[in-house]
Every structure is written in C-alpha cells, then in structure tokens.
C-alpha cells in the first residue's frame, strides 16, 4: 500500500519561510519522480514544483520561481519544499504527488497518488 505523509505546514507571516516534507512507503521512492502541488480554496488543485527520480532536474509553477525550492533524499524516502517570502497568495493546501514514472508533469492526472494535505497560512 502506497501513503504518502506531508508535514509541516503551518501559519507564516508575510515574508516568512516554512518547510515541507513528504514521507512516501510502499514503493521504491527513487525510481518516481515527485511534485507538489497546491489547492486553494473554492480553486484547482494547480503545480507548484517538480522533481525527477534522481534529484538532477527540478521544474517550477512561475508564481513560485526563485522562492521556493524542491529537493528529495532518496535514502530517507522524502520529498521537501522550503518556501521562502512567502505571500497571501500561497495560502492553500499543498499536497505531494508521486508521479506514474521516473519524470515530474505539471498535470495532475499523471500522479498515482497523493498525500492528505498540509494547510499553509500567510498572514499580510
């Protein structure tokens, strides 16, 4: 059985940083591409940031391009996402994704499964 687990999310001012992190079991993590994605309330669920199976290649939403940064560690089966400045418009729900194969799509029906959420606030 696959789970993916998000943590770490939380309350930030504006300007603040916070770090996420998905643990994932019941698959060989590093033969998967991983992503976050976000969903904001009354919106769709929309990419944020990918990364392939090796950590080699990362690909980013614009909206958080030069902020935020994806990266994983294959030993510890764990995707993260340090999001930096972070503003209002990041308030949403993220989720981590883990893709069908060894490359990272901005689209969500190319992700098997997905983790329960982790809510981020910022307050301006």
């Known amino acids: 059985q696959v789970q993916l687990v998000e943590s770490g999310g939380g309350l930030v001012q504006a300007g603040g940083s916070l770090t996420l992190s998905c643990i994932v079991s019941?698959?060989?993590?590093?033969?998967?591409?991983m992503a976050w994605f976000r969903q904001a309330q009354g919106k769709e669920r929309e990419f944020v940031a990918g990364i392939n199976r090796n950590g080699s290649s990362t690909y980013y939403a614009d909206s958080v391009k030069g902020r935020f940064t994806i990266s994983r560690d294959n030993a510890k089966n764990t995707v993260y996402l340090e999001m930096k400045s972070l503003k209002a418009e990041d308030t949403a729900v993220y989720y981590c994704g883990i893709a069908r194969g060894g490359y990272y799509s901005n689209v969500v029906g190319t992700y098997d499964y997905w983790g329960q959420g982790t809510q981020v606030t910022v307050s301006s």
């Open positions: 019941g698959r060989t993590f590093s033969n998967y591409a």
